[in-house]
Structure formats: C-alpha cells, structure tokens
C-alpha cells in the first residue's frame, strides 16, 4: 500500500496549492480519504475528508470556504485545493486512508510521507 503525495510548496498568504495524493496496493474505493496537517508543536488534525465511493465532503471549521477536495477514482488519485492561503495553515500536509470517517488519526490505516505547505 501506498500514497505518495505531491504539490506542497512556500507561497505568500492570500495565494492557491493544489495537493494531489497518489494512491496505489489497494482497493481505492474501499476507504475514507482523508487530509491531515501537522504544524511544529501541534497534534496532527483532520482538514478535510470523504469516502472514496463518493458522498459529501467534511472541512474542518478553519478551512471551510477555502479548501475543497475532490477525488478521481479512475486514477486512484485525492485533491486537496486550498485557495486563500493563511500563514496558520503552514504545516506538512498528508493524506490517508482509512476504515471510518472520522477526524481522528487513529482510524486510518495507511498514510503518505507528507508534503511540506508554507505560507509567509
């Protein structure tokens, strides 16, 4: 199993990322999707969620209005889109997989390596 993801970077605040989450040994459909962030110090927090098989999307309140994500299920591939980029929103990003929707961390069983999102 794998999920590599890919598009972090250092951008000025009010500015776009595009995430993308490359997910592979597994049966993509199966499973919650799910982006997390970690900022230095801090616990590691949900930012948004869905099932791969499709329903509604979740956003944590900080993020709401401001990033979307979206899947492609031909490709196996997750999207986080974050528009209006905040300096609080620095942290490495990482998505995963898991076997219930939820925000917490310990139900999901399978994670990327993260990608590094900074915002001055």
């Known amino acids: 199993v794998q999920l590599v993801e890919s598009g972090g970077g250092s951008v000025t605040a009010g500015r776009s990322l595009t995430l993308s989450c490359a997910a592979s040994?597994?049966?993509?459909?199966?499973?919650?999707m799910g982006w997390f962030r970690q900022a230095p110090g801090k616990e590691r927090e949900g930012v948004a969620r869905i099932w791969s098989s499709g329903g509604s999307p979740y956003y944590t309140d900080s993020v709401k209005g401001r990033f979307t994500i979206s899947q492609d299920n031909a490709k196996n591939t997750l999207y986080l889109q974050m528009n209006s980029l905040k300096p609080e929103d620095t942290a490495m990003y990482y998505c995963?997989?898991?076997?219930?929707?939820?925000?917490?961390?310990?139900?999901?069983?399978?994670w990327g390596q993260g990608t590094q999102v900074t915002v001055s």
């Open positions: 040994g597994y049966t993509y459909s199966s499973y919650c």
């Open positions: 995963a997989a898991g076997t219930k929707c939820t925000w917490e961390p310990r139900w999901y069983n399978y």
